[in-house]
């Protein structure tokens, strides 16, 4: 089964409105990296957590990587019509084999205007 | 700066026939990866590769699958012979070291009636 989930699976929000995407890892993960796919397009990488508790923000994005290291969460403030896409988490660790990259299900956004 | 350069775009093909995807990495980068994208499974890791060597291929799904690495500027993943549950985009991607971003690369779309 998906070692790597994202909750929810679909978000249709209005335009202005916050959203937040969840990603939660069947095991610690090493590290969590957040890509942003669009429609017809592909993955492109946002941001790369490393450390326990850690935050970063890029203008609207705000991203968390939780204290056990097993979860994460992307949250846009005042979303725009270019936030529309499908927002993936991605993580390693040892249990994944290789230390493999694993993709989370993706969250897919959209934007009423 | 080129990206990852992925060939064809578009491919439909008859059940039975063999299909190639073919990629060129970043220059420079060491790490290629292959993955996979289907509404049912998201995004699968099939094989990735460090300097020309495969490291794991144990997401490629049977041997109807076979990916090469000739050199450090191309890649192809063959599927012989394909079958209709292998309709998916294609995703080539690299990377500069194995826990960094992934570049990926615009993806084959793969139609096997």
């Known amino acids: 089964g998906q070692q790597v989930m994202q909750i929810p699976q679909y978000q249709h929000v209005q335009e202005g409105e916050d959203f937040t995407t969840y990603c939660n890892s069947s095991t610690t993960l090493s590290n969590i990296q957040w890509y942003k796919q669009r429609p017809g397009g592909h993955p492109v990488f946002l941001i790369q957590?490393?450390?326990?508790?850690e935050v970063k923000k890029q203008k609207r994005l705000t991203f968390q990587y939780r204290e056990e290291k097993k979860n994460s969460s992307l949250h846009i403030t005042a979303t725009q019509t270019t936030d529309v896409g499908t927002y993936f988490c991605a993580g390693r660790s040892s249990n994944f084999g290789n230390e493999k990259l694993t993709f989370g299900t993706g969250t897919r956004l959209t934007i009423i205007p | 700066d080129a990206g990852v350069i992925q060939s064809p775009r578009h491919e439909v093909t008859e059940m039975g026939q063999e299909v190639t995807l073919r990629c060129k990495p970043i220059?420079?980068?060491?790490?290629l990866f292959w993955y996979r994208q289907t509404m049912m499974r998201g995004l699968e890791l099939l094989i990735y590769f460090n300097n020309n060597v495969p490291i794991d291929d144990s997401g490629m799904p049977e041997d109807r699958f076979s990916a090469k690495m000739p050199n450090a500027s191309f890649s192809t993943l063959k599927i012989q012979p394909s079958e209709p549950r292998d309709s998916a985009v294609y995703f080539c991607a690299s990377s500069l070291v194995n826990t960094g971003e992934l570049f990926f690369g615009e993806g084959s779309r793969l139609t096997v009636l």
């Open positions: 957590l490393v450390k326990s508790g």
């Open positions: 220059s420079g980068h060491d790490y």
